[in-house]
C-alpha cells in the first residue's frame, strides 16, 4: 500500500549536457545479497579449510573473481559440467549451494561424502517458495510444468525437487507451451512428445495422463509477463478441454501466481516505467550469462537501442562500445553510440547479480566525456 513503493519512474541524474535516468529498481536482490554475505561469513569461519561453490555463486564474473580471490573454488560450470570431481572432496571441506539452489541428486551426493550442505546453503528463500509451492501442489495431484531455462541451475534444481513430488516438465517459452497444449488436447501423437520435450520431462512420465491436471511454476528471472502468458495460455487449454467455467478452473489448473519473485518483478516493472521517458539508447548493465538480465535487454530492445555490457571496460572511448548480443552469443563493437546532439538522454539498469559499483563506474566513465555541470561525487552526495 506504501505510494513510494509503486512509483516506478526512473530518478533523474542531470549532469547538464548528459541526462541519465536510472531505473527506480535495478541491480542486487535479497538473495544475491544474503548469498554473498554468507559467504564471506563462509570463508572468515573456517579458515584453513577447503571451501568450495558448488557452481558460480552468480552469473556476475567480477563477484565470482572476488569470491575466488579469497580462495573459494567452483565444483562446477554453470552448465553442471564438473571442474573439480566430487571424489577429491572429503568430509571436512565446507560447500556450499548457491542462491539458485541444487538438484536433490547433488545434495544425496555430497551428504554421503559426509559434507553438510544444509550448512552453508545459500538457496534464496523465493527459490525455496517455488520449490515448496510445487510440493503443495504435487500433494494435490497436479503435474507441474516450469517455466524456465532447461539448462539454467535453478531451473534444474527446482525440476529436481519438482519431480521429486510429481511428474515434471520444463517448457522454455510460449512456442513449447503451444506444443505441450497439442498433447494435452491429443492434437499431437503421444509419442512424439518424448522426442520433442528429451531431457525435460521427469523420468516415468506418463502422457495418457499426467497432462490432466497441471500448475504452472517458474524460474523466479524469467519474464513474470511470458510466465503470466504461458500460465494464462494452459489454464485457458485445459479449461476448453474439460469445458469448465473460471469458477471451477481449480478442477484441472492450479493458481501459482504467488511464485513470482519480487525482486525480478521490480526491476522489470521499473524497467518499463524507465522505457516511459524517450531517451537516445539503454545501458543494461550485468553477467553475459544472467538470465534476468537478458531479459531486462530484451525489454528495452523492444524501444530503442540498446547496449548490453558487462562493466565500464566495455565502454572503449566516447566513439565506440562492446556490446553483448545475447541472441546470437557474441560481443560487437558499435560505433558512435553516443549521438551528436546535447544533451544526450541515457537509460540505466542492471541485473539482479550486477554490484552497484560497476553502474557507479559507468555514469563516471560517461560523466568523463562531457562538459558536466556536476561532477560523479557531487551527484553522489546530491542523492545520498
Ligand atoms: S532474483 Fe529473486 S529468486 Fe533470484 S536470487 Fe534474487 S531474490 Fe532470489
Known sequence: MDKMKKDFSPTLLDFGPLQIRLARHFGFCYGVENAIEIAFRTVAENPGKRIYLLSEMIHNPQVNADLRSHGIEFLQDTYGRQLIPFDQLT?????????FGTTLEIEKQLNEIGIQTEKYNTTCPFVEKVWNRSEAIAKKDYSIIIHGKPKHEETRATFSHAAGSAPSVVVEDMKQAVSLAGYITGEKPAATFYEEFAGQYSGGFDIS??????????QTTMLASDTQAIADYLKKVMMEKYHLQEAVAGERFADTRDTLCYATLDNQTAVSGMLDVPADFALVVGGYNSSNTSHL?????????TYFIGSSDNIISEKEIIHYDFHHKMETVIHDYLPAKQPVSILITSGASCPDALVEGIIRKLAGYFQVEFSADEMIEQFS
Open 91 to 99: 568430509a571436512d571441506d565446507v560447500v556450499m549451494i548457491p542462491a
Open 209 to 218: 495422463k499426467d497432462l490432466e491436471r497441471i500448475g504452472v511454476v517458474n
Open 297 to 305: 535487454v530484451e525489454l528495452c530492445e523492444e524501444r530503442l537501442p
